[in-house]
C-alpha cells in the first residue's frame, strides 16, 4: 500500500499525517505487515500525552505492539471503528486504520520525524 505523500515516520512504525495543527497517526504498512492479522487494537486515552509516551497497543495473532506518541500534544479523537474492526489497520493502514489525532502546539517535532525515503531505508 502506498503512504500519502504529505507522511512522516518514527523508527517505531508509526506514521504521521499533518493537517494544520492536527496530526493523524497510525503504524505503517511495514508494520501491520510484520504484526500479520491484527485481532485488537487497545486505543489511547484523550489528553495531554508525551513524546514518546506509549499510548495504547496493538494485538495480532503472532504479536502484541505498543504504539508511542510520535510527538507531544493532546489526544483528541481515537478512531472507534477499530474496536468492532480492528483488522482496518492492516486493510486501509493509511487510511480507515488510523489510530488517533493529536492536536499539536511545536510543528518542529513533526518535522524532526523521518520523510519516506528515510524510513524506507530503516525497514530494508
Given at each position: 500500500?502506498?503512504?500519502?505523500d504529505n507522511?512522516?515516520?518514527?523508527?517505531?512504525?508509526e506514521w504521521?499525517?499533518?493537517?494544520?495543527?492536527?496530526?493523524?497517526?497510525?503504524?505503517?504498512?511495514?508494520?501491520?505487515?510484520?504484526?500479520?492479522?491484527?485481532v485488537f487494537?487497545?486505543?489511547?486515552?484523550?489528553?495531554?500525552?508525551?513524546?514518546?509516551?506509549?499510548?495504547?497497543?496493538?494485538?495480532?495473532?503472532?504479536?502484541?505492539?505498543?504504539?508511542?506518541?510520535?510527538?507531544?500534544?493532546?489526544?483528541?479523537?481515537?478512531?472507534?471503528?477499530?474496536?468492532?474492526?480492528?483488522?482496518?489497520?492492516?486493510?486501509?493502514?493509511?487510511?480507515?486504520?488510523?489510530?488517533?489525532?493529536?492536536?499539536?502546539?511545536?510543528?518542529?517535532?513533526?518535522?524532526?520525524?523521518?520523510?519516506?525515503?528515510?524510513?524506507?531505508?530503516?525497514?530494508?
Open positions: 500500500m502506498t503512504a500519502p507522511c512522516r515516520y518514527t523508527p517505531d512504525h504521521v499525517r499533518l493537517d494544520g495543527d492536527i496530526a493523524t497517526i497510525g503504524i505503517t504498512d511495514h508494520a501491520q505487515e510484520e504484526l500479520s492479522d491484527v487494537v487497545e486505543l489511547p486515552d484523550l489528553g495531554d500525552v508525551d513524546k514518546a509516551s506509549p499510548v495504547g497497543v496493538v494485538e495480532s495473532v503472532k504479536a502484541a505492539s505498543d504504539i508511542y506518541a510520535p510527538i507531544a500534544g493532546e489526544i483528541v479523537e481515537v478512531n472507534t471503528e477499530l474496536v468492532t474492526d480492528p483488522s482496518k489497520v492492516n486493510s486501509e493502514p493509511f487510511e480507515g486504520g488510523w489510530i488517533f489525532k493529536m492536536k499539536i502546539d511545536d510543528t518542529s517535532q513533526y518535522d524532526a520525524l523521518m520523510d519516506a525515503t528515510s524510513y524506507t531505508s530503516v525497514v530494508r
